[in-house]
């Protein structure tokens, strides 16, 4: 399939795209990029405390009262989101940093999907990204809900009194959110240390044109390529005519719709995707392998993501457990053809981009 047919028609929805990706996943509030003193926060009210937890990892179960006196920062994340996934080394380095000068930070695990609820899953997440803060799973959505939240990520910054002094959403303004962390740490009489948490997002959303898309007819904020589309809870035998629109995945083969996510059901199980980025993942299950081909060649070794493995000349990756996979790790930005042929057994519930 020729990229080249198709790349102008793409142009106007790229760039529309990489606006919306900037505000979803950049979401700051605005009052908080001149933060010189504690008088200058915002007072957002007392925190909410942390309810309805079904499990705890390294930690026993925590509420806000036992921790007055210590400032605390609430992260909700889900472990097979991008988003949370790229501020994790941040918040580890907060924790190796000020972890023992009183501040606590409490990840909050708000599942998106259904295979997100499972403690072994979430357990392995936190060993896979080298956690060591407590994590609460929240699966029932009753923190979360308490919190008013619709982010993933989302950080709430707790004063030692109890108060939300600060919030942050997305992959949001890392330093201000120190510079915050450490005036609230110094009112409250701890000496912090000097030395800072350096970290720079990996992630350059001007030059990101593709949004995340879902691919579960539930889920899914945009249709198909092709048609019929999706057909909920129905094996469909797709076929591909013709590439005409970026940003958009198209079928090949076999598939059943489901509610999360489409699961290949052929041996001829393919789909394609027109996208501009330089990094591409998928959320995946499933206990099998697919091939990964990009501008109608096989993924070679320049791009070949942390999950994939060239075997005689072929980029596959072998989906082996419900997470996200990395599939191209690209060395620059810019707008490419996916392929993916898929063997039968395997769920694929969203793209995400870098």
Not at 120 to 144: C, E, H, M
Not at 238 to 259: M, R
Not at 302 to 322: H, K, W
Request: charged content about 15%; aromatic content about 12%; glycine content about 8%.
């Amino acid at each position: 399939m020729n990229i080249y047919t198709i790349v102008f028609g793409i142009i106007a929805v790229i760039a529309v795209a990489a606006i919306a990706s900037t505000y979803l996943f950049n979401k700051v509030p605005a009052a908080a990029q001149n933060i010189t003193t504690v008088s200058s926060l915002k007072d957002y009210g007392k925190a909410p405390n942390i309810v309805g937890i079904s499990g705890w990892i390294n930690s026993q179960p925590l509420n806000l009262t036992q921790l007055k006196g210590k400032v605390v920062l609430i992260d909700f994340w889900t472990y097979s989101c991008i988003n949370c996934i790229r501020t994790i080394p941040f918040l580890n380095g907060l924790n190796q940093e000020y972890g023992k000068d009183g501040l606590v930070i409490i990840g909050v695990s708000t599942p998106e999907f259904q295979f997100e609820h499972n403690y072994t899953n979430v357990l392995n997440a936190v060993k896979r990204f080298g956690i060591q803060y407590p994590v609460a799973l929240d699966n029932n959505y009753s923190t979360w809900t308490a919190y008013n939240n619709e982010y993933w990520p989302a950080d709430y910054l707790i004063n030692s009194s109890g108060y939300i002094k600060y919030e942050a959403f997305g992959e949001a303004d890392f330093n201000t959110t120190q510079q915050v962390i450490r005036l609230l740490l110094q009112n409250a009489g701890y000496n912090v240390s000097p030395g800072l948490v350096n970290f720079t997002d990996p992630a350059n959303f001007s030059q990101i044109g593709t949004p995340e898309i879902y691919l579960g007819y539930d889920k899914a904020r945009e249709p198909l390529g092709n048609l019929p589309g999706f057909v909920p809870n129905t094996t469909v035998n797709y076929a591909i005519n013709n590439i005409s629109e970026g940003n958009l995945v198209y079928l090949q083969g076999e598939w059943y719709d489901a509610p999360e996510y489409i699961e290949s059901e052929g041996n001829s199980s393919a789909l394609v995707l027109v996208y501009q980025a330089k990094d591409v993942n998928i959320v995946a299950s499933g206990n099998s392998s697919l091939e990964v081909f990009l501008d109608g060649a096989p993924l070679n070794q320049s791009y070949l993501g942390s999950d994939a493995r060239l075997v005689n000349g072929s980029a596959v990756v072998r989906i082996n457990s419900s997470r996200l996979y990395n599939l191209v790790a690209a060395p620059s930005y810019g707008i490419h053809e996916i392929e993916i042929k898929a063997n039968p057994g395997i769920q694929i519930y969203t793209f995400t981009f870098g």
